[in-house]
């Protein structure tokens, strides 16, 4: 019987694309790693929002900064250029209605490298000296996109949209846990938080010293390089890096056995 495949995403993302590596006649577990919630209280988001038209580019960390954001945006304003790091954000920003065919959306040249640097490397920065730029994520997250648009002249704004944090330990995730790590899965890991989380976890059941060893021996698929990186730092030696987007992630799934 083939390895069960583990999908950590947050649950929205994760669904689907359980659903297509079922398709695959692999087992699958849907884990997701990073919960996803709405704001306390989102005035500042709505009030920002609000004054859309006045940026002239708006850059979405991810999927769920889009979808935390159109919740309060009812039409996106001509001449406004969106910047997205993956197909996956791409695909969000259609089912809100912005494609190519109806506005500028800027991303990486190759969507096989889908990350804050790739993006930063197709944007003309020098462009944005002196314009307003708006960067719409998490909480919390890396600082390297803002830096970026401030050295190239840019007056930034930082906005939150949602939350996210990791699962607190429970005693049904416990037994689930103890239950993945006792044959080797193919762990799809799109999150260096996520994987921090994860181990922070298996520390936490009994025997944690040699739960953490099994989690090591997992085999992890990992869609950038920084996140393999991550993975190497923690112990992790078995990595598949596939590259951005849920077909390379499935070509590679497809390809062990």
Same mark, same amino acid.
């Given at each position: ?118 993006? *930063? ?112 730092? *923690? ?23």
């Amino acid at each position: 019987m083939p390895a069960t495949v583990v999908i950590t995403r947050p649950l929205a993302q994760a669904q689907p694309l359980a659903a297509r590596v079922a398709a695959l006649g692999r087992p699958v577990e849907v884990l997701p790693l990073l919960e996803i919630a709405p704001l306390a209280d989102s005035t500042l988001l709505q009030s920002t929002l609000a004054g859309l038209a006045g940026y002239a580019l708006v850059a979405f960390v991810s999927p769920n900064a889009i979808d935390a954001a159109f919740a309060h945006i009812s039409a996106w304003p001509k001449g406004v250029t969106a910047a997205v790091v993956g197909e996956g954000s791409r695909a969000a920003l259609a089912a809100h209605g912005v494609t190519d065919a109806n506005a500028h959306i800027a991303s990486p040249a190759n969507p096989a490298h889908a990350d804050t640097e790739h993006l *930063l490397q197709a944007l003309d920065l020098n462009a944005l000296r002196g314009a307003r730029v708006l960067i719409v994520r998490g909480e919390s997250g890396r600082e390297l996109m803002g830096d970026a648009f401030r050295a190239a002249g840019a007056d930034v704004t930082v906005v939150a949209a949602y939350r996210r944090s990791t699962p607190a330990m429970t005693p049904a995730l416990g037994a689930t846990l103890e239950r993945l790590l006792a044959h080797p899965a193919d762990w799809v890991i799109t999150s260096s938080e996520a994987l921090r989380g994860l181990l922070q976890l298996a520390a936490q059941l009994p025997g944690g010293a040699s739960a953490v060893v099994k989690l090591q021996q997992q085999h992890l698929i990992v869609p950038h390089a920084r996140i393999a990186q991550t993975a190497n730092g *923690l112990g992790f030696h078995s990595i598949t890096q596939t590259g951005s987007g849920d077909e390379r992630l499935l070509a590679a799934l497809q390809s062990r056995p």
